[in-house]
T-cell receptor
């Protein structure tokens, strides 16, 4: 089974801190995604990457950046954490091919910014 | 604008009955359709995918796709309390690998 691992299940950070959320997948997937999920707002795409060193902005990239130096790892960076970035963060990966098999999600990181 | 719409619910169904979840999408040129289940506080997990018109069955789950009418549905037979969750519909459109997500329908199975 494809495994997507997010480094922390729960995280508490202070306002203004630089925060790193790590995501690693073990099935050689080309595509990786970062979402945040808030009650009533559904899944919102922050950034995605279709290849190493490549990144594309999603719907809500403001206040975030990403890094993909290796195929298996996609990091989300909160440059200066703010309380409105308190949320559940979900990483997902997928394979490129003729058939789209959907995404596999990590277990999520519940981030609280105080 | 590519959109995927779901009724947010909650949809309340008695245990043992059939739960019917619906999803409509905006673009006729759509290729892949997915149903994910998400328990409270957990991440979404894929339960069904469907790529062509008609029905696809997997255990108690049946996905139904009608491209002409632009809807995809999920039927859950013999509903169990453990089926209580939010069900997310996702669609890919022909020019993109990305899944476009509905907001999800909250399903409650009452014992």
């Amino acid at each position: 089974d494809v495994k997507v691992t997010q480094s922390s299940r729960y995280l508490v950070k202070r306002t203004g801190e630089k925060v790193f959320l790590e995501c690693v997948q073990d099935m050689d997937h080309e595509n990786m995604f970062w979402y945040r999920q808030d009650p009533g707002l559904g899944l919102r795409l922050i950034y995605f990457s279709y290849d190493v060193k490549m990144k594309e902005k999603g719907d809500i990239p403001e206040g975030y950046s990403v890094s993909r130096e290796k195929k298996e790892r996609f990091s989300l960076i909160l440059e200066s954490a703010s309380t409105n970035q308190t949320s559940m963060y979900l990483c997902a990966s997928s394979v490129t091919g003729v058939i789209n098999y959907g995404y596999t999600f990590g277990s999520g990181t519940r981030l609280t910014v105080v | 604008q590519k959109e995927v719409e779901q009724n947010s619910g909650p949809l309340s169904v008695p245990e043992g009955a059939i739960a019917s979840l619906n999803c409509t999408y905006s673009d006729r040129v759509s290729q892949s359709f997915f149903w994910y289940r998400q328990y409270s506080g957990k991440s979404p997990e894929l339960i069904m995918s469907i790529y062509s018109n008609g029905d696809k069955e997997d255990g108690r789950f049946t996905a139904q796709l009608n491209k002409a009418s632009q809807y995809v549905s999920l039927l859950i037979r013999d509903s169990q309390p453990s089926d209580s969750a939010t069900y997310l519909c996702a669609v890919t459109f022909s020019d993109d690998y990305q899944l476009i997500w509905g907001a999800g329908t909250k399903l409650i199975i009452k014992p």
